[in-house]
């Protein structure tokens, strides 16, 4: 149930007629050149008919698209069960609306127990084509732009100013603002802290270990253990590039990688809004 509470952050394509033309001509050229279904056996104008089919079809994702474009701006943010919805949707509209022309071309008596049949297996088929659809696209999104799927907090974080102590007798603390940190690096018996300084990348070596500026940050749900060596602040996230096995993070402007861990990628999906 997590998943389907997700942000579906798949960019939407504003070409409405364009993608109704596309549809249409698959049913167009499904039903003219592989006739399935029986329609081999039609013995009138075939290329008008499924002509007829795809003029249907091409209507059904007219309306779907301009009924859903209000509702995809109004609620936010878009998530996976909304999209999924939508699909299911259209498929149903297509399916039940070419079964009425159907059986207005073919004379077929229209009875409720034909049309509750027909629409059960448009249902059963629907959703298999609305869990392939939609998890694949959002797993695709998932694996080149995670960074778009994260709840990020920066501007509530704005004015905070973090310390990452220093345990030597005259350490020095390091004090930033949150938002400025990008990650922290286990070095041996120290860390090495990354973050932004006047528009560029600096770091700071600070003698510590990762678990107590863990401990330190704790109250911070944006800084994220993503590695036995790497601590991460997930609001500078720019681009994610992985699957299940591992994700390599930039952060902000910073030219190296940070290394999400197999281990990790599990707790790293729970912070997606």
Known sequence: MSFLTRKYPFPKDSHLLRDSLVYCAIVFLILYLLQPFGFSMYR???LLVSLIFGAVTFGCCCVHGLAISPLRKSISPWRVWHEALSVLAIIMLIGLSNYFVF??????PITLDLCLLFLY???IISIIITVFSVGLNYH???RNQLETLLGKTTEEQTDIIVTIHDTTVRGNDLRLPINDLLYVEAQKNNVIVYYMKDGKVSDSEVHATL?????ELRQYENIFQCHRS???NLNNITSAQGNSNGYQLKLGTCPATVPVSRTYVPKLRSFIA
């Open 44 to 46: 009138g104008n075939k």
């Open 230 to 232: 790497f601590v991460v």
């Open 140 to 142: 695709r999104h998932l």
């Open 121 to 123: 297996w448009t249902l």
């Open 211 to 215: 678990s107590s500026v863990l401990d």
């Open 103 to 108: 059986s207005f071309i073919f004379r077929s």
